[in-house]
């Protein structure tokens, strides 16, 4: 219930592709898909992620590709010139 509420609030499915140097083997890239609802453009949660990796873990960031998406949008409505009778 507290999700709903975001979402109602403002704020949006967020996934982030997060491509990063494996600690190990420095010219090998890995990926790693995070996902939860937050508020673009500024992202507030991702960026306290990121940051918590930057800090805490060692895999070096290579680069981040963000997509949103409301979860809750007006529904869509089309007519279709059919008619379906039940007997």
Same mark, same amino acid.
């Given at each position: 219930?507290? &999700?709903?509420?975001?979402?109602?609030?403002?704020?949006?499915?967020?996934?982030?592709?997060?491509?990063?140097?494996?600690? &190990?083997?420095?010219?090998?890239?890995?990926?790693?898909?995070?996902?939860?609802?937050?508020?673009?453009?500024?992202?507030?949660?991702?960026? %306290?992620?990121?940051?918590?990796?930057? %800090?805490?873990? &060692?895999? %070096?960031?290579?680069?981040?590709?963000?997509?949103?998406?409301?979860?809750?949008?007006?529904?869509?409505?089309?007519?279709?010139?059919?008619?379906?009778?039940?007997?």
């Amino acid at each position: 219930m507290l &999700d709903f509420a975001r979402q109602l609030s403002g704020y949006r499915l967020t996934t982030a592709e997060i491509l990063y140097h494996m600690p &190990d083997h420095p010219g090998v890239l890995q990926t790693f898909v995070w996902q939860e609802l937050d508020i673009r453009p500024e992202f507030p949660v991702l960026r %306290k992620f990121l940051d918590f990796w930057d %800090k805490r873990l &060692d895999g %070096k960031l290579h680069s981040v590709r963000v997509a949103s998406c409301g979860i809750i949008q007006p529904a869509e409505m089309r007519h279709f010139p059919v008619e379906l009778r039940l007997h």
